[in-house]
């Protein structure tokens, strides 16, 4: 949904802040390329949130998650773009 609802704001600068009077195929592709990152960073977060099953209540096994999950995410985000 962020990313349906940033492309009025990304046009918009693109086109009239920037004055850029082409949007390129390459620009649509992106939309992808974009969408590949964040899914493959939802399949990190998935994984560990299946691996902290054994956690007693709610709260330590979202904090669980999270701690293991962001260097993971953020690993595999930097290598994605690169």
């Not at 492309?7 to 939309?31: D, H, K, Q, T």
């Not at 939802?42 to 994984?47: C, Q, Y």
Request: net charge positive; charged share 10%; proline share 4%.
């Amino acid at each position: 949904f962020q990313i349906l609802i940033s492309f009025p704001a990304c046009y918009w600068v693109y086109r009239v802040a920037l004055g850029i009077p082409f949007v390129g195929i390459l620009n649509g592709i992106s939309l992808f390329i974009i969408l590949g990152i964040g899914v493959d960073d939802l399949f990190v977060f998935f994984n560990f949130w299946l691996q902290s099953s054994r956690s007693p209540d709610l709260e330590t096994r979202l904090i669980w998650t999270y701690k293991k999950a962001a260097s993971a995410t953020l690993l595999t985000t930097l290598t994605s773009a690169g």
